[in-house]
């Protein structure tokens, strides 16, 4: 249910591609079951499910209301005061605030667009494993690489400690080796914040991220590369020939999805690297939400600026569906 | 390839293969490194987790244990059991994964199939009434009130209940569904079998491949969600073992503390080498909440592998 969980899933179903048309097969076929079970009954059968689906995803939507009041868990919806707009005017009403706001929008950005510039890492990763001929080598690179992708943020947060503390394992080597007298402060810092948590995200997703693109590799019509190769193309020609655009279609859903999400990072990674030195820069939507909500306990602003994030969200969503739709003749959700 | 050279040629020695130029080799050589650094990159803090974990804890707290265990020992895995709240934490992490994927797959399994039925009243409506979810978030808070005012909030089910329901598992499900043959359904029901039967007698038992997958992927999820017990949960027996590893890494102090309570129990028979320290301790949690992943995602990376390729290639 967690954010990064959801949009992995849409990562994936947009991989999937043309589902909806896969499903309109095996239609149309009628008949009377011999258990003479009516309609009705079979969609009784389902009821549970959709009413779990109504209370964690439809209902919270009503909690928007929360936004127009001055909302106190303490004495419920009904003995909080109702404030109308102010928590929207309070958003873009004080300097400190819209600074706050300006800086968690900033960094939000700035770390998807760090994403999004590597994202065309994991389709190299794949294009090069696939020139590796020893089949024993391409294996078990896909499965060291793709390990760290099975670990909660958690795990790589002790990872980086335990390897990046001052008291850690690089601290340790680069003091023995003389190289640094000082340890280097990798974790307490608000230098290069956007670029350590891009380069953490790269080594837990790249090899997973990979797997997809070498799937669409060995799905690619091999006739393709015997007939560049009589055509006298060499291995670099081959790769920037016919692997690359064959992988175009696959990297252009994830790429325009990326687009889609960009205000969504999700909250777990930022949650666990953040501290006092860094949270300037560390702090996302998704985490200053939190930070807000949880921590301040300021339970309207925070609905209000998970709402508007939610609605720009779904905004972009479409704007990219309907994009695609119209250059590639696709839509992706 | 091989073969087809040697039937051309009708010769027994096949043809020299041709001679790679040197840029081929440079290539060779510079990929070859280029994905041995990075397994490396990948693969090296997992076992140095591990060899940490089972060395002198006196020598892994100075980190001077970076190659091979030095003053091996399996102490700290009998010690850190009774560190308070951690034998709790490891059966909470390991119902939620066990119940959790039970019932996602089951349900995911069962909805995917049911949507299939085409005689079922609103089928459409209710299939996107389920698929839209995954687009849409209210956001943190409204959900947060809503889990609260059904009272799931220091409950152990809203570690379970939110994940039942999947759009995408459901997606997946139903498209395997439909590649397998409608007559399998219909020459059950003239036998007499309600849907109910059908399902769990005739299709569920077809469908392992895919429910291979889905359960991989909830496993995985279950056993590593960490913000639900940040956000739902204040009562510590509810608390799983990611966040108890969160905590042991935030909280030095009182860590040490709970080591030296710890090492109380066994102070006579503990010497320098197996006291508890710190960094033994999370080495050895972290050990234990990476272990069962390690153990389990080979086994399954072929079908989870699979089900990606079903949705990756296309026709």
Redesign the interface.
Known sequence: ???Q??SQ??L??A?????SH??K???????T???G?T?????L??LP??V??F??????????I?TLYDYK?ALGLAGSEFVGLQWFQMLVGSPAQMAQIGQVLVNTLAISFLGIATSVLPLAFAI??N??RAPW?RS??Q??????N??????V???A???FSS???VN??LMDAGLVTAPLKFLDTDQNVWLTMTLWSI?KG??WGA???L??I??VDQSLYESARIDGAG?FQTMWYITVPQLMP?YLVLLLLSIANILNNG??QY??FQNAFNKEYIQVL?LY??NV??TGNN?SL??VI??L??IIS?AL?LTVNAVSKRVRGESI? | MTTTQTLLTATPVPAPPPRPTVGDVLFRIANYALFLLFALICAYPFYYLIINSVSANDVSALGDVRLWPIGFHLSNYEQVFQLPGLPIATAVSIGRTVIGTVLTVLASAFLGFMFTQTRMWGRKFWYRFLIITMYFSAGLIPVFIIMKTLGLTNNFWVYVLPFIVQPFNIILAKTYVESMPRELQEAAEMDGANIVQVFFRVYLPNMTPILATIAIFSAVTQWNSFQDTLIYITDQSLYTLQYLLYMFINQASSLAQAAQDAGGNLGQIAGEATTQTPTSIRMTVSVLVVLPIIFVYPLFQRFFVKGIMLGAVKG
Do not use: H
């Not at chain 1, 991989?15 to 589902?19: E, I, K, P, V």
């Not at chain 1, 097969?25 to 008949?31: D, L, Q, S, V, W």
């Not at chain 1, 099975?150 to 795990?155: M, R, T």
């Open positions: 249910m967690t954010t969980a959801q899933v849409v994936q179903e991989a999937m591609g043309n589902l896969q499903s097969r095996r239609r149309g076929r009628r008949f079951p011999a258990g079970r309609s009705f009954t079979l969609f059968c389902i499910f959709l779990l689906a209370l964690f995803s439809y209902l919270p939507l009503y909690g928007w929360y868990p090069f494993l020139e590796v080598f078990s690179v499965t060291l690489t793709a390990l760290p099975f670990i909660s943020w958690v795990l947060y002790m990872i400690f335990s390897l008291s850690g394992l340790d080597v080594w790249l090899g797997i997809i693109y799937a669409a060995a799905g291995r696959t909250m777990e949650y666990v998704d939400v939190y909500g949880m339970l925070a609905t998970g709402m994030k939610s779904v969503l959700v």
